[in-house]
């Protein structure tokens, strides 16, 4: 088990940290391919986490503190961060300047996501 939750903890974990990297570039510098890079990068997060939870083995939880159940709440996180990166896309591809917000939020919770990540790499959850 502990090789499963390795291999889905690292896969989005890199996933997320360049995103967050490509992502912050391209807002920064106003280059917007890049921040299209980013956010399609947190989309394939969230259907790599769409994967994880229809197919990962998370064993059985017998509480809410064992590493199984943060992956599987961190698997649902990466999916609102998809859906927020991907309504972000529609908004860049339609050229609308309001999505500012949205940019800000997905930004947000992609950094929080990426800390829980790294908490859980770094056994901080276990017991």
């Given amino acids: 088990m502990k090789t499963d939750i390795y291999l889905m903890a690292t896969l989005p974990q890199w996933t997320l940290f ?3 990297i490509c992502f912050f570039w391209g807002i920064i510098e106003k280059k917007i391919k890049f921040s299209k890079i980013g956010n399609i990068l947190f989309v394939t ?3 790599i986490s ?3 939870l229809l197919f990962g083995d998370f064993g059985t939880i017998t509480s809410p503190t064992q590493t199984g159940a943060i992956m599987k709440v961190l698997c649902l996180g990466n999916m609102l961060l998809g859906a927020l ?3 972000n896309l529609y ?3 339609k050229k ?3 999505n500012s917000w949205i ?3 997905s930004f947000v919770i992609a950094i929080c996501i990426f800390m829980m ?3 859980v790499l770094q056994g901080a959850f276990e017991k």
């Fill in 45 to 47: 997060t969230g259907l």
């Fill in 50 to 52: 769409i994967a994880s």
């Fill in 103 to 105: 940019a800000f939020f």
């Fill in 91 to 93: 908004f860049q591809f």
């Fill in 85 to 87: 990166a991907s309504l």
């Fill in 96 to 98: 609308q300047k309001t």
């Fill in 18 to 20: 360049i995103g967050i």
């Fill in 117 to 119: 990540y790294y908490n």
